[in-house]
Structure formats: structure tokens, C-alpha cells
């Protein structure tokens, strides 16, 4: 298991605002070596601390305009009602996120289309055909002043 020291949460914090980021400048910044810092980097990654490493997509310009959160109660808490839930929106390629929580509510979904016709498309033929989904509560994202997902 990798150290959860000061230095290993500064190379994981500049790793999150930028994973392109060379060795040589991350280690300047980590206050290591850098043949110091790449053997840190690499026993994150062995670790398991570092999963991957992805881009960040400007969604405007992919033609995602619309994105919500959305609340959905299901009628039956079943194992076979959330595996038959969980499958239907890992088809859907509008779900980005889909979390089991607790409450009055089983899931919290992310939902991103384009627009406000391509979401009711989305809740009237995927949610809306789900045959254990009895409530659906949506919310708007209308800002995110903060965003931390890659």
C-alpha cells in the first residue's frame, strides 16, 4: 500500500488538475527528484491510488447543452430489481453517473444531453419503460460553479 504522506497528496493533487503533466515539472512542484518522483508516481499506480488517467471534455462543444440529476424510486427492492435497473442505465449512454444511495430514493443518476427534447426523450423512453421505476425526480443543473470530476 502507498504512503498517504504530504508529499504523495501534493503529487495527487497536481496529477488530478493536470494527469499530462511531465515528471520534471511534477517533481519540481512535489519538492522531489525526479527519478524520486516518477518511483512515488509509479507506486501509486501499483497501488491502485492511481487508476487511470483521462481527458477532460468541454461537453458545450460536444453538443451536451443539458444536464441533470435525477432521483428514481423503484417499486420493488429486489436484487433482481436493481440489476434489471443498474443494466438499463448502463446502456444508456446519457447516464454518465448512476449511484445506489440511501433514503427515500434507491438511485442518483447524471444524466447529459443536448437538450431539454433529447432529456424527455431519455425519461420518456428509458425511465419511463423501466417497469420497477415509480417515482423520478429531476433536477436541473442550471451552473457548477465547482466541478472537481475529471
Do not use: W
Not at 493536470?18 to 522531489?32: H, K, P, T, V
Not at 477532460?56 to 429486489?78: M, N, P, S
Amino acid at each position: 500500500m502507498a504512503k498517504n504522506d504530504k508529499i504523495n497528496q501534493r503529487i495527487l493533487r497536481e496529477l488530478t488538475r493536470d494527469g499530462r503533466i511531465s515528471n520534471l515539472e511534477l517533481a519540481e512542484r512535489a519538492g522531489l527528484s525526479p527519478s524520486a518522483c516518477l518511483r512515488r508516481v509509479q507506486e501509486l499506480e501499483r497501488a491502485g491510488v492511481i487508476t487511470g488517467y483521462r481527458a477532460v471534455l468541454d461537453r458545450q462543444k460536444l453538443g451536451i447543452g443539458f444536464a441533470t440529476y435525477i432521483g428514481v424510486g423503484l417499486g420493488e427492492h429486489t436484487k433482481d430489481a436493481q440489476e434489471a435497473f443498474e443494466l438499463a442505465m448502463q446502456a444508456a449512454p446519457e447516464v454518465v453517473e448512476c449511484h445506489n444511495i440511501t433514503g427515500t430514493i434507491e438511485y442518483l443518476l447524471r444524466v447529459e444531453c443536448a437538450d431539454l427534447p433529447s432529456y424527455k426523450k431519455f425519461h420518456t423512453d428509458i425511465l419511463g419503460t423501466s417497469p420497477y421505476v415509480t417515482a423520478i425526480t429531476t433536477y436541473v443543473v442550471m451552473g457548477s460553479p465547482k466541478d472537481l470530476r475529471a
